[in-house]
């Protein structure tokens, strides 16, 4: 049975800090990984899609990278601001077509 | 192009009372899905459709849970009667076949208050 994982549960850095925020899965038979942003009150946010076949993914500040062998995706953020203060949460599609979420980092950026 | 519609945002009732919870995913997804989120955790899929189909209903509570999607178009989620664990956010997701993708759109979701 697949299991997520994200450490840490909880993170507060200042303002334009690079970060790295990590999820692990049990499962390294996925099909593709996806991280997310919540803000509070609201729904999900895709932020990036990893294939399998993929190593990373980039957008913006925001890189994700997939290591399928040792079950492991890390989301960089870069010169990280205070709007990016949110949970998020990374979610592994299983080669049994389910998807499992981790329990999300909460990102706190102060000014 | 609209996102994922869901309704109510909010819902108040008491234990033992029926609830419905509806989703309109984006237009020309045929992958429907339903979760609950618990305060603090990863949301947590109840039922998944290809169409009209349930492909994946294994971890909905069938005694007091129900959904259908009639037309393999919008979905509507069914507590009934609803107990004070059901207290939780109910978020609809959608997403294109799997052409490698598969990437999932999430709703604002319903917040749901059992008292």
């Known amino acids: 049975k697949q299991e997520v994982t994200q450490i840490p549960a909880a993170l507060s850095v200042p303002e334009g800090e690079n970060l790295v925020l990590n999820c692990s899965f049990t499962d390294s038979a996925i099909y593709n990984l996806q991280w997310f942003r919540q803000d509070p009150g609201k729904g999900l946010t895709s932020l990036l899609l990893i294939q399998s076949s993929q190593r990373e993914q980039t957008s913006g500040r925001l890189n994700a990278s997939l290591d399928k062998s040792s079950g492991r995706s890390t989301l960089y953020i870069a010169a990280s601001q205070p709007g990016d203060s949110a949970t998020y949460l990374c979610?592994?599609?299983?080669?049994?077509?389910?998807?499992?979420f981790g329990p999300g980092t909460s990102l706190s950026v102060i000014p | 192009e609209a996102g994922v519609v869901q309704s109510p945002r909010y819902k108040i009732i008491e234990k033992k009372q029926p609830v419905a919870f509806w989703c309109n995913p984006i237009?020309?997804?045929?992958?429907l899905y339903w979760y609950r989120q618990n305060l603090g955790q990863g949301p947590e899929l109840l039922i998944r459709?290809?169409?009209?189909?349930?492909?994946?209903d294994s971890q909905l509570p069938k005694d007091r849970f129900s959904a259908e999607r009639l037309k393999g178009v919008d979905s509507t989620l069914k507590i009934q009667p609803a107990e004070l664990g059901d207290s939780a956010v109910y978020l609809c997701?959608?997403?294109?076949?799997?052409?490698?993708?598969?990437?999932?759109?999430f709703g604002p979701g319903t917040r749901l208050t059992v008292t």
């Open positions: 979610a592994a599609k299983t080669s049994y077509d389910k998807v499992i």
């Open positions: 237009s020309g997804h045929n992958t």
């Open positions: 997701a959608s997403s294109f076949p799997w052409t490698g993708g598969h990437e999932q759109y």
């Open positions: 459709y290809e169409n009209e189909e349930a492909v994946d």
